[in-house]
Structure formats: structure tokens, C-alpha cells
């Protein structure tokens, strides 16, 4: 059982900056791979970036990639997501999720969800 609770998200003006973390807990926390995903209201939930269990792998979705940046830090079981560059179109609940096999976009593929923190930005 892995157990995960996101915290850093707010309301940002576009062009600015926040960090998202995802603490888990369980034992078995580094052999999972880990995923950001978010969900906007009326629209479908959607991968931001996924991060194999070893941190050599990194899947970044396009609509991000050389915004926001997933990262891991084994010993505090946590991961990151640094979000800069905001845009309106970033905002939504934006979920961590623990996946026991690769780093997938694949909703399917995970089996543990944190309740989400919201992330705002204005324009």
C-alpha cells in the first residue's frame, strides 16, 4: 500500500512559478514509478509527467515539456513537480499517482491516487 498527499499548489499569476510535492508513505515507495496528472473542470484527467522508480526515465507530455520539470527524492519519499512559464490553460487539480511497474502515461497504470491539490493561474 502506498499512500500520497500533495501540498504547494495555489493561485499563481501566467509566466509564474510553483513547485508541487507528493509525500508517500509505505515502505516500498522507491520501487514504484510516479506520476503527475492533472484535471481540469468538464475535461478528462490527462498525464503532466511520469518518473521511473531508478529516475531514469522521465515522460514529459508535450503541452509541458520545457515548463514543468518531475523530479524524486527516495529519501524523503517524495516527488516533485516544478511548474514555470504558467499559463491559464495550466489550471486544474493537479493528482500524484504510484505505478508498481515502468513510467507510463497511462492512467491504467496506476494504482495508488493522492487527493489532489488545486492549482490557479491568472491571467
Known amino acids: 500500500q502506498v499512500q500520497l498527499v500533495e501540498s504547494g499548489g495555489g493561485l499563481v499569476q501566467a509566466g509564474g512559478a510553483l513547485r508541487l510535492s507528493c509525500a508517500a508513505s509505505?515502505?516500498?515507495?522507491?520501487?514504484?514509478?510516479m506520476g503527475w496528472f492533472r484535471q481540469a473542470p468538464g475535461k478528462e484527467r490527462e498525464v503532466v509527467a511520469a518518473?521511473?522508480?531508478?529516475?531514469?526515465?522521465?515522460y514529459t507530455a508535450d503541452s509541458v515539456k520545457g515548463r514543468f520539470t518531475i523530479s524524486r527524492e527516495d529519501a524523503k519519499n517524495t516527488i516533485y513537480l516544478q511548474m514555470n512559464s504558467l499559463k491559464p490553460g495550466d489550471t486544474a487539480l493537479y493528482y500524484c499517482?504510484?505505478?508498481?511497474?515502468?513510467?507510463?502515461?497511462?492512467?491504467?497504470?496506476?494504482?495508488?491516487w493522492g487527493q489532489g491539490t488545486q492549482v490557479t493561474v491568472s491571467s
Open positions: 499517482a504510484a505505478d508498481p511497474g515502468k513510467a507510463t502515461p497511462f492512467l491504467r497504470n496506476y494504482d495508488y
Open positions: 509505505g515502505r516500498t515507495f522507491s520501487r514504484y514509478a
Open positions: 518518473i521511473s522508480w531508478s529516475g531514469d526515465t522521465i
